[in-house]
């Protein structure tokens, strides 16, 4: 009776946390469904970027409560059961860190004909194999050139201190598998920061070791051109001036003029249109553009001062200009510059992206979003914020510093 009785408990036991875990798939799907169906025109056809709009936006959502509990759509889809890529379907991807590109960069672009026909032959043996580049390219050069050493082509300023004409093939070889170890492993991790930006569940990403190959697994993934675009993307370090908050506020005024009139982009749902209240606009203007203060939702009582008046200045627009403010304004969430919700990041784009708008944007202006997000220091109602720069563009649109 004793083993009776537990094994009814491990029974409980059991189904009670499937029955946890399925709630959270259940839900899941349902997001799911929701964003299909609101990203579908009447011919059916589903456009994928609609779609992935309405989960972004519901990301940082409470979307579930369980047992007093509050879930976003981010908790929902980590707790969700892993159907795996044959259960659901998906995408894999396989990448490759081109050995090529490293090795010219190493002997600084050398031209030696023998050298370069070692590269291309050694490319062409491996294509399709299983084969190590390395092995085949030092098999094919010392085939053409049985004097000279790897340090005559690997010997550079760039390699002062690790490669001189004294050293060995032995040496120089084990500097050029060190390098490209080190981009597969570089790859790997921004390839793995990439991918949690993406949002997946549950995603796979491994190192499929002596291939110099990276394999990733995406579960539930449906939109390939996203995924490409996000994988393939060249990291580039730039430096760029960006405008100060002051100088964007008659580019600014214009934006929430054609969101209001011509996109009908509104912060209040009455359609009475009345004239346009400019000192609200400005006295907005002027508390952002002179508070230089970085503190999010400040506790002392010069930071809740003036988030105070920004929070009265947006209501000032809301009630002098009825139905003349869009999210642009309405939707600011601290006291200096353009900082608003994640999730509202994505009906900030699309006032950006409307042609429209882009025709009152000057070429020299480009904005870009802030990657690291912001935790606000409000522990009872944390909020996670984006700030929206404007960077100065030049004529050939190239940044004044690169790295």
Excluded at 66 to 89: A, C, H, P, S
Excluded at 191 to 218: A, C, H, V, Y
Excluded at 342 to 350: E, H, V, Y
Aim: aromatic residues 8%; negative net charge.
């Amino acid at each position: 009776m004793k083993n009776k009785g537990f094994i009814v408990f491990l029974t409980v036991i059991i189904s009670l946390l499937c029955v946890y875990y399925l709630s959270f798939t259940f839900v899941a799907q349902g997001i799911q469904q929701e964003a299909t169906d609101k990203a579908t025109d009447p011919s059916g056809t589903v456009n994928f970027t609609e779609k992935q709009r309405y989960l972004d936006s519901a990301w940082n959502t409470p979307i579930y409560s369980l047992l007093g509990q509050d879930y976003t759509y981010q908790d929902v889809k980590e707790t969700e059961l892993n159907l795996g890529l044959d259960l659901q379907g998906g995408m894999h991807v396989t990448l490759e860190v081109s050995p090529v590109d490293i090795l010219k960069g190493l002997s600084d672009d050398n031209q030696d004909p023998n050298y370069l026909e070692a590269i291309n032959t050694a490319e062409k043996i491996i294509r399709g194999t299983q084969l190590n580049f390395l092995d085949e390219f030092y098999a094919h050069y010392k085939q053409l050139e049985s004097e000279k050493t790897l340090a005559y082509i690997f010997s550079n300023t760039s390699n002062r201190g690790r490669i001189n004409l004294n050293s060995t093939d032995e040496e120089v070889l084990e500097i050029i598998g060190t390098e490209i170890d080190g981009a597969i492993d570089r790859s790997f991790n921004i390839l793995r920061t990439r991918i949690d930006r993406f949002g997946t569940s549950q995603p796979n990403i491994q190192k499929l070791e002596g291939s110099g190959r990276i394999q990733i697994e995406l579960p539930g993934v449906d939109n390939p051109e996203r995924v490409r675009k996000l994988l393939q993307g060249v990291a580039k370090l730039e430096f760029w001036e960006v405008y100060e908050i002051n100088e964007l506020t008659p580019i600014l005024q214009s934006i929430n003029d054609i969101a209001v009139k011509e996109i009908g982009f509104t912060s209040i749902s009455d359609t009475k249109e009345q004239p346009v209240d400019a000192s609200a606009l400005e006295n907005l203007s002027t508390l952002l553009s002179d508070n230089n203060d970085t503190t999010i939702y400040s506790t002392t009582d010069e930071g809740t001062s003036t988030s105070q008046e920004v929070d009265t200045a947006l209501a000032s627009l809301d009630t002098s200009q009825n139905n003349q403010v869009s999210p642009i304004f309405s939707l600011l969430q601290a006291q200096y510059g353009l900082v608003y919700k994640i999730k509202d990041t994505s009906r900030i784009n699309r006032i950006l992206q409307h042609s429209s708008v882009q025709s009152v944007i000057p070429s020299t202006v480009k904005f870009l979003w802030l990657v690291k997000k912001i935790d606000t220091q409000n522990d009872l109602d944390p909020v996670e914020l984006l700030e929206l720069y404007a960077i100065k563009k030049s004529r050939n649109g190239r940044a004044p510093l690169t790295g």
